[in-house]
């Protein structure tokens, strides 16, 4: 099975800085992989498919990126709404999602 | 406006069943494939079971193989999880989902709790 390893589990950012998470796979995916957020308390949100798509009605400052093994999300202007976990999931072969990356506001 | 309505949850006793729905409305239920997706209380996400859109494929996780069971009704735009021999491993909130690009609509969760 492949293992989907997110860093950091817990990152803590101000409003308007550049965030990136960081997603990586123990085998090469070929770009399978979407970028889901979880708001606290609500059901997960599709923002990326396909490593770098950006779902329908996803602010344009969220972009996902990467190759092979690694890949990932960036804000590029952190907002307070942003605050949720992200998780990745890859479905090269079998479907598994990442552990989740917790992103916080300082 | 797509709408994915989770129900059926509740309390079971391990090694009993338990029958998910999910109604669908906003979209044309029988031109996606859909699944289940589960979380367990502060944990991350788990794919748990997938169904093409006219019912013909199925696929699940090792851990769920031969205990549950995913289906559909298009005619009621609806989708099923059965879930037998249930035990505390599976207490989790159950997500529905369209596959279009990604999983790219979901229900609100329904949360089943396996405890004597």
């Given at each position: 099975?492949?293992?989907m ?76 709404e ?12 079998g479907?598994t ?10 | ?7 059926g949850?509740g ?6 069943s ?9 979209f044309?239920f ?13 944990k ?5 079971a ?6 013909s ?9 031969g ?5 559909r009704?298009?005619a ?15 207490t ?10 990604g ?5 609100q969760?329904?949360m ?5």
């Amino acid at each position: 099975d492949i293992q989907m390893t997110q860093s950091p589990s817990v990152l803590s950012a101000s409003v308007g800085d550049r965030v990136t998470l960081s997603c990586k796979a123990s085998q090469n995916i070929n770009k399978n992989l979407d970028w889901y957020q979880q708001k606290l308390g609500e059901a997960p949100k599709l923002l990326i498919y396909f490593t770098n798509n950006l779902q329908t009605g996803i602010p344009s400052r969220f972009s996902g990126s990467g190759s092979g093994t690694d890949y990932t999300l960036t804000i590029s202007s952190l907002q307070p709404e942003d605050v949720a976990t992200y998780y990745c999931y890859q479905y090269n072969s079998g479907l598994t999602f990442g552990s989740g990356t917790k992103l916080e506001i300082k | 406006e797509v709408q994915l309505v989770e129900s059926g949850g509740g309390l079971v006793q391990p090694g009993r069943s338990m029958k998910l729905s999910c109604a669908a409305s906003g979209f044309t239920f029988n031109n996606y494939d859909m699944a289940w997706v589960c979380q367990a209380p502060k944990k991350g996400l788990e794919w748990v079971a997938t169904i093409s859109y006219d019912g013909s494929s199925t696929y699940y996780r090792d851990s769920v193989k031969g205990r549950f069971t995913i289906s559909r009704d298009n005619a009621k735009s609806t989708l099923y999880l059965q879930m037998d021999s249930l035990r505390s491993e599976d207490t989790a909130t159950y997500y529905c989902a369209s596959l279009g690009g990604g999983f790219d609509y979901w229900g609100q969760g329904v949360m089943v709790t396996v405890s004597s």
